[in-house]
């Protein structure tokens, strides 16, 4: 049974960046596919970044082009690189695994599941 604790977050301003780690516990690291969610006040938590075990990367369209999803099999931890932050990014980070080959969009789906990190970005 694996367990991810987020870590990173923080306030930093538009335009800036932030990179978030998600390490897990248990020894099949590599089996995991992985995704970040979020959840902003008020909203329904979306899906960010997805990676799959053969690190096929998947991205909501608010996410492409900004933020990088990767993973370090050997450290055990999923990383989500942030760059050129928005207001509209604030919210709660959470990271999921399950064992499955690519990893689905639906919070719901994941077995694992991570207590979140604050990230706000302050315009």
């Known amino acids: 049974q694996a367990q991810l604790v987020e870590s990173g977050g923080g306030l930093v301003q538009a335009g800036g960046s932030l990179r978030l780690s998600c390490a897990a516990s248990?020894?099949?690291?590599?089996?995991?596919?992985m995704a970040w969610f979020r959840q902003a006040t008020g909203k329904e938590r979306e899906f960010v970044a997805g990676i799959s075990r053969s690190e096929m990367t998947y991205y909501s369209d608010s996410a492409k082009g900004r933020f990088t999803i990767f993973r370090d099999n050997a450290k055990k931890t999923m990383y989500l690189q942030m760059n050129n932050l928005k207001p509209e990014d604030t919210a709660l980070y959470y990271c999921?695994?399950?064992?499955?080959?690519?990893?689905?969009?639906?919070?719901?789906?994941?077995?694992?599941r991570g207590q979140g990190t604050q990230v706000t970005v302050s315009s």
């Open positions: 999921a695994a399950d064992f499955s080959l690519i990893p689905g969009r639906r919070w719901g789906q994941y077995s694992y």
């Open positions: 248990g020894r099949t690291f590599s089996d995991y596919a």
